[in-house]
């Protein structure tokens, strides 16, 4: 895919990333402004990005999992309740039990290539593809 499409897919879109890997969290925030995103975060813990759903829209999101121990479900299931689409990148957790719990999402399963979690998200916001359930990134 050229940059120049590529750059266009998620321009204007505000994009929510919590990830507790400093450089991965970098990683998808690079591809994320790549494809023309404005991010919010990196969250690194869940209070944070709990605390980022008051403060302006959010149009999708890439959640891991775990955050240092400390589950993301909570985060997860305002996301749905806000019918904003959701990308789960972790390694940990069974990506079926994920897609049926949290129905539209997709699960990039560690390690992706950012970029590929990125155009997972866009094709979700942009209602452009169906993503199987236990869809891996890679």
Do not use: W
């Not at 204007?12 to 790549?34: H, Q, R, S, W």
């Not at 944070?48 to 775990?66: N, S, Y």
């Not at 749905?80 to 049926?100: A, D, K, Q, W, Y």
Request: proline fraction near 5%.
């Amino acid at each position: 895919m050229s940059s120049a499409i590529s750059g266009k897919m998620l321009s204007g879109k505000n994009i929510l990333i919590v990830e507790d890997e400093a450089i991965l969290a970098l990683d998808l925030t690079f591809a994320m402004e790549d494809m023309g995103a404005s991010v919010i975060g990196p969250c690194h813990r869940l209070r944070r990005a709990l605390e980022m759903l008051g403060k302006g829209q959010i149009d999708g999101a890439i959640l891991d999992v775990d955050l240092a121990g400390e589950a993301v479900f909570p985060l997860a299931d305002d996301l749905v309740l806000r019918h904003i689409p959701i990308v789960f990148h972790t390694g940990r957790h069974n990506s079926g039990e994920l897609t049926r719990r949290y129905k539209g999402s997709a699960v990039c399963a560690k390690p992706t290539q950012p970029e590929s979690v990125a155009l997972t998200l866009a094709a979700l916001i942009d209602n452009e593809v169906e993503i199987p359930p236990g869809f891996s990134g890679h």
